[in-house]
């Protein structure tokens, strides 16, 4: 077992729990207008990303970069994922940058990012130049996925972090299904330039955020302001000395977290690139012969259900359950939901196991994020978050590239009986989020979540008798978290 990293994490939550020594009547509020500009930027950049989504292939075959739609899978999963191998360069960047100067730059530089690029990218004809722009604008300079997570922390409290999570979660999740619908319904208004107004409407929400940012950037706190209050000063309480990035990045779960966000972000960036290229294929090849326009249509009303689902069910459920039950059941619907997806023949049906399936996968992502932000002490959320957004950017990247060629080569070789090969893979995804979800401890979950369980009362009545000074950071500290946090 570990020594040393495991505890901090528990600690932290024991911290928690001594200030709050019973639940509150009434939860705290939140700042309206810094939410409001974080659901903002969070469309902006979902939109900008994924609105490309439903008229990939169709961009493909109408600038010739392909012979035709069905060939498409062998470049628009390219297109799609040159922002996400930007990303993997500078993720872990942006989580030390948190830490030095806050999240004020890092905001500030992908908003001008993000209009800039959409700029080009509508402008551009050439596939180089376009995986170039979305590239280095999109991906390379965007550093939103890498501080999101901490920042809905650092803004609404650990106690409403899901909260907040959820309804960044409504508006990006939301924004991944209507930013196509949009995309789609104006791709082609200009022949010569296609994708030029799709990405002009991306420009006006970034010009959007950026006027709600000269607002409420007063308020962004540096990660360290929020650890600061935190810290117990009392006499006999445990130090919190500062730690090496290794030994937080080892300490346990962060290891298991960070290989669930690898796979999910695979699977959820597959399951939006495996869906429309089904959707538009041959019927004779198992697809549903769809215009871009129609697959629009199916993802808006999916986006709509996750605009409700996020802002609402999802909290409720977590408040409920908890972040490992949320997670537990959303793999088994999610895998189950992936399985059946390819079986479809109508609209009514694809569209409703579509809708299931993703706000399945994309209610994983949101636990995902706050069990990483409660694995490690607040003081180290940022560069934790800033590795586990790396790591999971790597399979948002390998996720529509490996998918879009599988399922364009099962297409070619096997017809009709290969296309549903791609999510049944999928389907696996969410079977290894449930065992890794099986293996997570207790005190990932909310403070809000443990007190209410009865947590509180081991953690108030007997931190000093068992978790000492003189024994923080060696391997028995572990056990005795654990016990103090279990039912």
């Not at 020594?21 to 969070?42: G, I, K, M, T």
């Not at 730690?243 to 959820?268: D, E, H, Q, Y």
């Amino acid at each position: 077992m570990t020594s040393g990293p495991a505890p901090r994490a528990a600690l932290d939550q024991l911290d928690r729990l001594k200030e709050v020594p019973a639940a509150p009547e009434r939860p705290s509020p939140l700042p309206r207008l810094q939410v409001a500009f974080l659901c903002c930027v969070d469309a902006s950049h979902f939109y900008t990303v994924c609105s490309i989504f439903s008229y990939a292939a169709v961009l493909s075959a109408d600038l010739h970069w392909v012979a035709d739609r069905n060939e498409a899978g062998f470049v628009a999963g390219w297109l799609q994922s040159a922002n996400v191998f930007g990303r993997v360069l500078t993720s872990t960047v942006w989580g030390f940058v948190a830490m030095r100067w806050g999240f004020r730059p890092i905001l500030a530089l992908t908003l001008f990012a993000l209009l800039t690029g959409g700029v080009l990218f509508g402008l551009c004809t050439n596939l180089m130049g376009a995986m170039c722009i979305r590239f280095i604008f999109f991906g390379m300079l965007n550093g939103w996925p890498a501080i999101y997570g901490p920042i809905a922390a650092s803004v609404a409290g650990d106690d409403r972090q899901t909260d907040v999570i959820g309804m960044l979660l409504a508006a990006g999740s939301g924004m991944q299904l209507v930013g196509p619908a949009i995309g789609g319904w104006t791709y082609n208004f200009l022949p010569t330039l296609p994708a030029l107004i799709p990405s002009l409407i991306g420009c006006m929400m970034a010009l959007a955020s950026l006027a709600l940012f000269s607002r409420v950037h007063h308020g962004i706190r540096k990660p360290q302001a929020e650890e600061a209050k935190d810290v117990d000063q009392s006499p006999g309480t445990p130090s919190k000395s500062p730690r090496t990035a290794w030994s937080v990045l080892r300490a346990w779960p962060v290891p298991l977290v960070i290989f669930m966000r690898l796979w999910n972000g695979f699977a959820l960036f597959a399951i939006f690139e495996a869906a429309p290229l089904w959707l538009v294929s041959d019927r004779e090849l198992g697809g549903l012969g769809m215009s871009e326009k129609q697959v629009g249509s199916l993802l808006s009303r999916s986006g709509l259900w996750n605009l409700f689902f996020f802002s609402f069910v999802l909290p409720y459920l977590a408040r409920a359950v908890g972040g490992r039950g949320v997670s537990a059941i959303f793999s088994v619907i999610g895998a189950a939901g992936a399985t059946l997806l390819p079986s479809s023949t109508s609209t009514v049906v694809a569209n409703g196991f579509h809708l299931v399936t993703a706000s399945a996968m994309m209610s994983q992502a949101a636990m995902n994020i706050t069990f990483t932000n409660n694995a490690a002490g607040q003081a180290d959320r940022a560069v934790v978050t800033g590795v586990a957004v790396t790591v999971e950017t790597i399979g948002k990247a390998l996720g529509p590239i490996l998918t879009s060629t599988m399922f364009a080569w099962c297409l070619r070789h096997w017809g009709f009986d290969g296309h549903g090969a791609v999510f049944y893979v999928l389907a696996a995804f969410s079977g290894i989020q449930l065992a890794c979800t099986l293996l997570l401890p207790s005190f990932v979950e909310s403070p809000e979540f443990l007190r209410r369980r009865g947590h509180e009362l081991v953690a108030v009545e007997e931190p000093q008798k068992e978790i000492p000074a003189t024994v923080l950071g060696v391997e028995e500290a572990t056990p005795v978290m654990l016990r103090a946090h279990s039912a």
